[in-house]
């Protein structure tokens, strides 16, 4: 049974930043590409980064490029995002998920191919 366990939300002041972390158990994680979706209320999932299973590249929304940072540490099972200049447009549940397939060379950012195992993380940005 594949677990996933984020922390690291909360409330944060416009242009702040926070650290979200998400540790996996239950599956091989360096074989898996790790994903961070947030979803805001009345909106659908959206796709944030990704960081590939190979080679630690990583891939960014545009809303979020340059501002946010995904990066994965296998030995600990974990995926990290690390957001700067937070803006108001940033609140949201972020949730980390797995991709569906193990060692795919495309990572891909539609959230059909993933699996969401954990509850996800509020992150709150207001003055």
């Known amino acids: 049974q594949v677990r996933l366990v984020e922390s690291g939300g909360g409330l944060v002041q416009p242009g702040g930043s926070l650290r979200l972390s998400c540790t996996a158990s239950?599956?091989?994680?360096?074989?898996?590409?790790m994903a961070w979706f947030r979803q805001a209320p009345g909106k659908e999932r959206e796709f944030v980064a990704a960081?590939?299973?190979?080679?630690?590249?990583?891939y960014y929304a545009g809303s979020v490029k340059g501002r946010f940072t995904i990066s994965r540490d296998n030995a600990k099972n974990s995926v990290y995002l690390q957001m700067n200049s937070l803006k108001a447009n940033d609140t949201a549940v972020y949730h980390c998920?797995?991709?569906?397939?193990?060692?795919?060379?495309?990572?891909?950012?539609?959230?059909?191919?993933?699996?969401?195992w954990g509850q996800g993380t509020q992150v709150t940005v207001s003055s």
């Open positions: 239950g599956l091989v994680f360096n074989t898996f590409s």
């Open positions: 998920a797995v991709d569906k397939s193990p060692l795919r060379p495309l990572v891909p950012t539609d959230p059909l191919r993933y699996d969401f």
């Open positions: 960081a590939s299973w190979y080679a630690y590249n990583t």
